[in-house]
């Protein structure tokens, strides 16, 4: 098995590298088809997980020998908005490295803190480029494929939950026992084919937002509504399986930023914002709030009492569920806010350096001296491994982002409201990730998660570009290629 792994995993690097337009693509079916193999392979050996770095390194590879500009500059406005404060990342990130491997001696928890903090910058500038190159209609292909193949992985989860008994499914390691539910009872956290239920729960969230931004980017009506409405409750469903309350948090904070942006940018498209609403309001009703199915008659008794059983124990994972609203103030405080001051008392004000807060290290370092409690929120995580210092950068880099991106929403809002719909989802989506990680950082430390968050920023920054294109395209007279992009920076770059 681990052969066939590595030479599929070869096949896809090659394809990848002759056709980095493909990359995209093939960097999602390894992504999730590197845990199962990695549990059917022999000790289920830990270089699986990086089998999706060598596709999009191998297609990087492929577009820096091709032509074109492949830096971050090469976006439009990045210079001008991000330059300075991302110029100051990269140099406090060189030198943290440099801090990690002096002060523990580890160049592979250095090389896990790079990848961890710079994997998803190369991400964002070649999904901008193939998002300029494929339009409007690539990047929704590729969002129908990412939802379409993910969900496969994600039936997984109710194949473990039913019983079904094969070595692709569970979590790699000893699994997670969680406490709550109905009178306080036991629950498994269920993964399915993802190698953990953290990362099950979070692709969880991100299919559920792909689904409706794929409804919403077209004309809505009552059939498309009542079909995403759906799908968006069965997967709330299998999400409250993997025992992550978090991820329920992650849609309602998906469809209430799209739904603020919505209001925001597109003054009086109330119907669309309250049919969006509904959407959210009857996905999380349906799977949270009516949690005692009817049981079915079957000729089998013994199917009848299976049936049961398997509803009482979901009824755990629903009153489970039913409480992150009341427990997010705490969880906020205890896992957000709490680990900057334990990062500080425990490593000093310029931190411990890059890796030291992942849980993929040699573990050597774990019986030694790093403690990494503090790294479990992602602000904790941001100043074990940056500092302080770093801390402060990352603010100033977010404030110039949504600066940023501000101006390009409003543009895009004027430019094409296609384009506005499916801008407004992907931010949505990011604003969604970035709350998810201020309190619960594990799954950020997964390549191919980076991977996705940084190709969501790279089609975030190419929608004003497209919505541009698209406005020439519509007031130029008879049928028409593309414009090509002027040279100089747009308005609303500058």
């Known amino acids: 098995m681990t052969a066939l792994a590595l030479m599929l995993g070869a096949v896809a690097a090659a394809l990848s590298f002759s056709n980095w337009r493909s990359s995209l693509f093939l960097c999602v079916l390894v992504g999730l088809l590197q845990d199962p193999l990695r549990k059917l392979a022999p000790n289920q050996p830990a270089y699986f997980v990086v089998l999706v770095g060598v596709v999009f390194g191998a297609a990087w590879l492929g577009a820096l020998l091709g032509r074109g500009r492949w830096g971050p500059n090469a976006m439009q406005g990045w210079k001008q908005h991000m330059g300075t404060p991302f110029g100051l990342f990269l140099a406090l990130v060189a030198l943290q490295a440099f801090q990690s491997y002096a002060r523990f001696g580890s160049a592979m928890m250095t090389g896990i803190g790079l990848m961890v903090w710079l994997a998803p910058v190369p991400a964002i500038v ?48 000893p699994g997670l026992t969680i406490y709550g539910g109905v009178e306080g009872g036991i629950l498994k956290a269920f993964s399915g084919f993802f190698r953990s239920s953290e990362l099950a729960a979070w692709h969880t969230a991100a299919i ?73 309001v009857l996905g999380y009703g349906a799977a949270v709030g009516l949690m005692d199915p009817d049981i ?39 896992l957000g806010v709490a680990p900057i001051a334990w990062a500080v008392n425990g490593f000093g004000w310029f931190g411990a350096g890059l890796g030291t807060g992942s849980q993929t290290g040699t573990g050597n370092e774990i019986a030694s001296e790093i403690n990494r409690g503090a790294a479990e ?22 404030v110039a982002f949504v600066r940023f991106v501000s101006r390009a929403l409003a543009f895009t809002t004027r430019a094409s409201p296609p384009h506005a719909r499916l801008a407004y989802g992907l931010v949505a989506l990011l604003a969604a990730k970035v709350a998810s990680f201020s309190v619960a950082a594990q799954a950020y430390s997964d390549l191919f998660v980076l991977l996705i968050m940084g190709w969501t920023v790279g089609f975030i920054l190419a929608m004003p570009v497209l919505a541009a294109r698209a406005q020439a395209a519509a007031q130029a007279p008879g049928p028409h290629p593309a414009p090509p992009l002027r040279r100089g920076q747009p308005a609303w770059a500058k």
């Open 126 to 173: 070649l999904a901008y480029q193939f998002a300029l190159r494929r339009g409007m209609g690539g990047l929704r292909r590729w969002l129908v494929f990412y939802c379409g193949a993910a969900m496969v992985s994600l039936a997984g989860v109710y194949l473990q939950f039913a019983g079904v008994d094969w070595r692709a499914l569970g979590e790699v390691g």
């Open 377 to 398: 929120g992602g602000l904790g995580k941001i100043t074990m491994e940056l500092g302080v210092p770093g801390l402060l950068l990352m603010v100033w880099l977010l």
């Open 208 to 280: 559920a937002a792909g689904v409706f931004m794929l409804f919403t980017t077209r004309r809505l009506t009552l059939g498309r509504l009542a079909l995403a409405g759906a799908i968006v409750a069965v997967l709330l469903g299998l999400g409250l399986l993997t025992g992550r309350r978090k991820m329920l948090v992650e849609v309602m904070v998906f469809l209430s930023v799209y739904l603020v942006l919505v209001a925001w940018y597109r003054r009086g498209a109330a119907r669309q914002a309250v049919l969006a609403a509904l959407v959210g």
């Open 296 to 334: 079915i008659n079957r000729k089998s008794a013994d199917r009848q009492q299976e049936t049961v059983a398997r509803g009482e124990r979901f009824k755990g994972y629903a009153v489970r569920g039913r409480s992150v609203v009341e427990d997010v103030p705490n969880r906020f405080a205890n």
